[in-house]
């Protein structure tokens, strides 16, 4: 929600997110709640012409509308990773991301990609701050673990960031919190 308000309504235009099965849900509620067109996209979708989206297939159609602006957001869950180009696209919101880098770097490259009046891409990628209290060590080490595989993907995609040192000192921070270093 915090993100939402700080995109405001204009510039969440051309924003896809990328979440989970769990999570499509919630983030459909929230998107309604703020009355914002979007259309969540799958594997399901189809993929053959047909009459019903003009001679499209329903993926083309929504991307289509997406590219146009009729949807100013894309759900994508398990898809657009690889093969599809959408140029207009300039918000990408990985709730959802593996360690995998294939899969963020495609991600991410359907938002850097070059479009007229376009000079600036957004990536927003959350990852999970483990929770130390009262953990066994064999739980922290596990909690640990998936941070480092975040915090590695977080700290190649910051690379080529303007918030690069921002990214850094926080995944810092956290690192020496669950270490114990200060």
């Known amino acids: 929600n915090e993100l939402l308000d700080s995109l405001g309504s204009q510039n969440i235009s051309h924003t896809i997110i990328y979440c989970t099965p769990q999570q499509i849900n919630n983030v459909i509620s929230i998107l309604s709640s703020r009355g914002l067109f ?100 064999e739980l922290k080490e596990f909690e640990l673990k998936i941070f480092n595989i975040e915090s590695k993907r977080a700290l190649e995609i910051a690379k080529c960031s303007r918030n690069n040192a921002e990214v850094i000192e926080k995944i810092s921070l956290i690192n020496k919190k669950a270490y114990g270093v200060f």
């Open 38 to 137: 979007f259309n969540k996209i799958t594997m399901k979708e189809s993929t053959t012409p047909n009459k019903r989206y003009g001679g499209l297939s329903e993926r083309d159609f929504i991307l289509d509308n997406f590219a146009q602006g009729n949807f100013q957001v894309l759900l994508a869950m398990k898809c657009l990773d690889e093969g599809v180009d959408i140029p207009q696209a300039k918000n990408a919101i990985l709730l959802a991301s593996s360690g995998n880098p294939r899969e963020y770097i495609q991600r991410i490259g359907r938002v850097i990609r070059r479009w007229e009046n376009k000079n600036v891409a957004n990536i927003y990628d959350f990852l999970s701050e483990p929770n130390y209290e009262n953990l066994g060590n």
